[in-house]
């Protein structure tokens, strides 16, 4: 079956509001469209449910429910349980969360394994472990192609490794990494798996539990919902880990490693997430009665199938332009539609000629310059990123390709 767009855009109130009309959205990878589902489950929590939840009324109890609803849908969809997910204000900031514990679990002579292919959030934090007598290793990209070899993975790991972090894909490479592959040779040599899936949870929720890594994050404001970081922390490295939140909320999973008070009707609003990829599911004749990572996995698929047809197009407009070195493969099945260019000028000034010409586009290191230093870019000139979703329309895509005619 083929992804419905008009109905798909349908969901989303920016297709239809009148100050964005023939502006093309092509900066996905640094914050989504947010879906009405969710738009409207913010503005009735605001409305009607805006007081501290759990408590014996009526306005508080449906806040409350609201919230455990968004946690065990969305856990439901990621195929994990539901106190194995938990929020906080963004993925950095759990990265750095989580490092804290790792930081006191960890004995100095003991190592983690970061990657040069990551956004800063999910290598920066971890890196800083080395203050505390921790072992860094960098497992490092091919300086051509972006690419990162599991083989070179190998040869890091030994029995002093305790964690390893990587990208489900980069936001700038944009190449989709074997996650369960990479995950099954960390198991073996006996570390934990962390992955970062902030750029690849947009093209569609994955099934962590069956994908395999202890900690998947995402953050849900590039995923059609509200300014959240979700994070997966699997049972046995949840309750391994230190608490980092208050003594007495140590014994509750989700409540582990999100020391800050919630934001309450953030976290509630993110159920809409989970009631478009019903709604999806259910428009392209899904029955309901699914399980929910079922449910989760084939929108995954409709989303992918639509957004691949675009990419290949996008790639091959660009890929032997001599003016640009795209960055990461010209395959569209080995990549999320995050296309990085680097040009011989920097990448903000041509985004700024996009802009002119409809295009909303980003240029810069998009925080992952030690990927892009290591391809040789220069952060500084940074590049012109084009990254979309599967909102995105063909007549957009067209718009875009007439774009670059004239910007590159
Ligand atoms: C791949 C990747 N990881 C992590 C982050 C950080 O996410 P947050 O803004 O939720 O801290 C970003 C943000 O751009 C990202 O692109």
Redesign the pocket.
Known sequence: MKLDIEFVRSQFPAFAEPVLQGQAFFEN??GSYTCGAVIDRLTRFYTQRKVQPYAPYAASMLGGAEMDEARARLSALLGVEADELSFGP????NTYVLAQAFGQMMQPGEAIIVTNQD?E??TGPWRRLSERGIEVREWRINPETGHLNPADLEDLLDEKVRLVCF?HC??VVGEINPVTQITALAHAAGAFVCV?G??YAPHGFVDVGTLGPDIYLF?AYKTYGPHQ?LMVIRRALGELLPNQGHHFNGGTLYKRFTPAGPDHAQIAACAGMADYVDALFAHHGGALAADAATRGMAVHDLMRAHETGLLQQLLDAVKSRNSVRLIGSDKADARAPTVALALNRPGEEAARDLAARGIMAGGGD??AGRALSAMGVDPEKGVLRLSFTHYTSQAELDQLLEALDDVL
């Open positions: 990878a640094g963004s993925t950095t900031q956004h959030a999910n990208p980069s936001n970062d902030v750029s953050s970081g998009f925080y």
